[in-house]
């Protein structure tokens, strides 16, 4: 169906925001880490690519 996304989609979507909020809150408490930053940047560039070749 058009527009839907299927569980692993969602599933990888959950799992980058949530990588977000980890990645910013260590931030926040220690520090910034760039490797942390880079891992959080290809899980989405993942989840993004996901994303387009299931709309397709």
């Given at each position: 169906?058009?527009?839907?996304?299927?569980?692993?989609?969602?599933?990888?979507?959950?799992?980058?925001v949530g990588?977000?909020?980890v990645?910013t809150?260590y931030?926040?408490?220690?520090?910034?880490?760039?490797?942390?930053?880079?891992?959080?940047?290809?899980?989405g560039?993942?989840?993004?690519g996901m994303?387009?070749t299931?709309?397709?």
């Amino acid at each position: 169906m058009p527009g839907s996304t299927d569980s692993s989609t969602r599933t990888m979507g959950v799992l980058t925001v949530g990588g977000l909020v980890v990645v910013t809150a260590y931030t926040v408490a220690l520090g910034s880490n760039g490797w942390l930053w880079f891992g959080w940047v290809v899980l989405g560039l993942i989840t993004l690519g996901m994303v387009v070749t299931g709309s397709t």
